[in-house]
Nanobody, 123 residues
Framework: QVQLVESGGGLVQAGGSLKLSCTVSGSSFTIRAGGWYRQAPGKQRELVASISSDGITNYADFVKGRFTISRDNAKNTVYLQMDSLLPEDTAVYYC?????????????????WGQGTQVTVSS
C-alpha cells in the first residue's frame, strides 16, 4: 500500500512564499515521476509542475519563474517551492506520483494522488 501525504499549504499574502511537501510511504516502491496539480473552485484540475525520474522538470507557463519543483529520493519526497504568489494561485494543490512497486507477481507501475492541501493567497 502506497500513500502520499501532503503538507505546507496555508494562507499567505500576495508576493509571499510557501513550500509544499509530498511524502510517499509504503514498501518496495520507487518514485519515478512526481508532479503537482491544482484545482480552483469551478475550474478543472491543471498541471502546475512535474519532475521526472532523472530530475527533468516541466512547468506550466503561469508559474514559470515563480515556482520550483524538486525531489529528495532519500526521503521519498517531492517539493514545490512557490514564490511571488498571486491571488490567482489560490487553489487546492494535489501531489501525484508515478510509482513502481515490486510484488511477488512482478513489478507494477501505478499512479497515486495525495489528499490535497489548500493554498490561499490574499490580495
Amino acid at each position: 500500500q502506497v500513500q502520499l501525504v501532503e503538507s505546507g499549504g496555508g494562507l499567505v499574502q500576495a508576493g509571499g512564499s510557501l513550500k509544499l511537501s509530498c511524502t510517499v510511504s509504503g514498501s518496495s516502491f520507487t518514485i519515478r515521476a512526481g508532479g503537482w496539480y491544482r484545482q480552483a473552485p469551478g475550474k478543472q484540475r491543471e498541471l502546475v509542475a512535474s519532475i521526472s525520474s532523472d530530475g527533468i522538470t516541466n512547468y506550466a507557463d503561469f508559474v514559470k519563474g515563480r515556482f520550483t519543483i524538486s525531489r529528495d529520493n532519500a526521503k521519498n519526497t517531492v517539493y514545490l517551492q512557490m514564490d511571488s504568489l498571486l491571488p490567482e494561485d489560490t487553489a487546492v494543490y494535489y501531489c501525484n506520483a508515478e510509482v513502481t512497486i515490486v510484488q511477488a507477481v512482478g513489478t507494477i507501475l501505478s499512479d497515486y494522488w495525495g489528499q490535497g492541501t489548500q493554498v490561499t493567497v490574499s490580495s
